[in-house]
C-alpha cells in the first residue's frame, strides 16, 4: 500500500474509532502533537485520546497489524503525560479490527 493510502486508512480508522468510543468521555481529540515541556521538541502524537474524570485513554492505531511499534510509542507517551492524569493506553488494529490494552 502507498504511503498516502495507508495516511488515508489510518485517519479513517482513528475516526472510526472515536466515533466508536466517543460516548464514554467528556472529551475527545484526534491526532494531538504531545512536546516536550522543556524544550519545546515535538515528541510524538496521539492518535486519539478520551478524557473523562480525570481519566486519560491513550489509543494508537496502526492500519496493519504493529503491536510492538504501538507498545513502545504509547510507553514513549506514557512518560511525558504520567502527571496528567490516570493513563491507559490502548492499540487498535485496523487490519484485525481489535483493540488492546497495553500494559
Given at each position: 500500500?502507498?504511503?498516502?493510502?495507508?495516511?488515508?486508512?489510518?485517519?479513517?480508522?482513528?475516526?472510526?474509532?472515536e466515533?466508536?468510543?466517543?460516548r464514554?468521555?467528556?472529551?475527545?481529540?484526534?491526532?494531538?502533537?504531545?512536546r516536550?515541556p522543556?524544550t519545546?521538541?515535538?515528541?510524538?502524537?496521539?492518535?486519539?485520546?478520551?478524557?473523562?474524570?480525570?481519566?486519560?485513554?491513550?489509543?494508537?492505531?496502526?492500519?496493519?497489524?504493529?503491536?510492538?511499534?504501538?507498545?513502545?510509542?504509547?510507553k514513549?507517551?506514557?512518560?511525558?503525560?504520567r502527571?496528567?492524569g490516570?493513563?491507559?493506553?490502548?492499540?487498535?488494529s485496523?487490519?484485525?479490527?481489535?483493540?488492546?490494552?497495553?500494559d
Amino acid at each position: 500500500m502507498g504511503g498516502r493510502k495507508v495516511q488515508d486508512r489510518h485517519s479513517e480508522l482513528v475516526h472510526m474509532l472515536e466515533e466508536r468510543v466517543r460516548r464514554q468521555y467528556n472529551l475527545t481529540a484526534t491526532e494531538v502533537e504531545v512536546r516536550d515541556p522543556c524544550t519545546g521538541q515535538i515528541i510524538g502524537e496521539i492518535d486519539l485520546v478520551g478524557i473523562v474524570d480525570g481519566d486519560w485513554d491513550i489509543y494508537e492505531v496502526k492500519v496493519n497489524d504493529s503491536p510492538l511499534k504501538a507498545r513502545r510509542q504509547l510507553k514513549n507517551l506514557g512518560q511525558y503525560l504520567r502527571n496528567c492524569g490516570n493513563l491507559t493506553l490502548y492499540y487498535y488494529s485496523g487490519i484485525n479490527d481489535k483493540l488492546t490494552k497495553v500494559d
